[in-house]
């Protein structure tokens, strides 16, 4: 049978065998010393009413003896959850600049050769490798002026630190 009760310290639910009842250990979410309290006693039923058995005690698995420890530590642990990180307008207030370059791919085609590797890595190269802070592709749709057919192309968007 288990023990429920609450860490006098933090309030935290605890669940504890009830052959620890009295012992004393530490609460494994704020470190704090507690004992285990006595297990409460089940009621008895009223004469007349039904004894209720609960199968799963009479089984095999409920015989089985659980050695299951509380863990100990010497201090309080790190939080599972950090901090999280500043907001873009956080970091424009402390004085970082934030960019965006826009290279369509439309734009970087000149009498049918393809430059669009080359004004990538050359704007890439300009910026600094420690600039960039985030590269995304996206697509769009533009209409050719020759055949005046929808065209679907892509592009990068660069995001950098000025």
Same mark, same amino acid.
């Given at each position: 049978?288990?023990?429920?009760?609450?860490?006098?310290?933090?309030?935290?639910?605890?669940?504890?065998?009830?052959?620890?009842?009295?012992?004393?250990?530490?609460?494994?979410?704020?470190?704090?010393?507690? %004992? &285990? #309290?006595?297990?409460?006693?089940? /009621? =008895? +039923?009223?004469? !007349?009413? *039904?004894?209720?058995?609960?199968?799963?005690?009479?089984?095999?698995?409920?015989?089985?003896?659980?050695?299951? %420890? &509380? #863990?100990?530590?010497?201090?309080? /642990? =790190? +939080?599972?959850? !950090?901090? *999280?990180?500043?907001?873009?307008?956080?970091?424009?207030?402390?004085?970082?600049?934030?960019?965006?370059?826009?290279?369509?791919?439309?734009?970087?085609?000149?009498?049918?050769?393809?430059?669009?590797?080359?004004?990538?890595?050359?704007?890439?190269?300009?910026?600094?490798?420690?600039?960039?802070?985030?590269?995304?592709?996206?697509?769009?749709?533009?209409?050719?002026?020759?055949?005046?057919?929808?065209?679907?192309?892509?592009?990068?968007?660069?995001?950098?630190?000025?």
């Amino acid at each position: 049978m288990d023990i429920n009760f609450k860490c006098r310290h933090c309030e935290q639910d605890l669940t504890i065998d009830a052959t620890a009842s009295g012992s004393e250990i530490q609460c494994p979410a704020c470190a704090g010393t507690i %004992v &285990v #309290p006595a297990a409460a006693p089940a /009621p =008895e +039923p009223a004469a !007349g009413e *039904p004894k209720i058995v609960n199968p799963i005690s009479t089984s095999a698995g409920a015989k089985e003896v659980k050695h299951f %420890v &509380v #863990p100990q530590r010497e201090k309080v /642990p =790190e +939080p599972l959850i !950090g901090k *999280p990180l500043k907001s873009l307008e956080a970091g424009a207030h402390e004085g970082i600049q934030l960019r965006i370059k826009c290279i369509r791919h439309h734009d970087c085609v000149e009498v049918g050769k393809d430059h669009f590797d080359d004004v990538v890595t050359t704007f890439l190269n300009k910026i600094g490798e420690a600039s960039i802070i985030k590269l995304d592709t996206f697509n769009y749709a533009h209409r050719d002026l020759e055949t005046r057919d929808w065209v679907t192309d892509y592009g990068v968007f660069i995001f950098y630190k000025n």
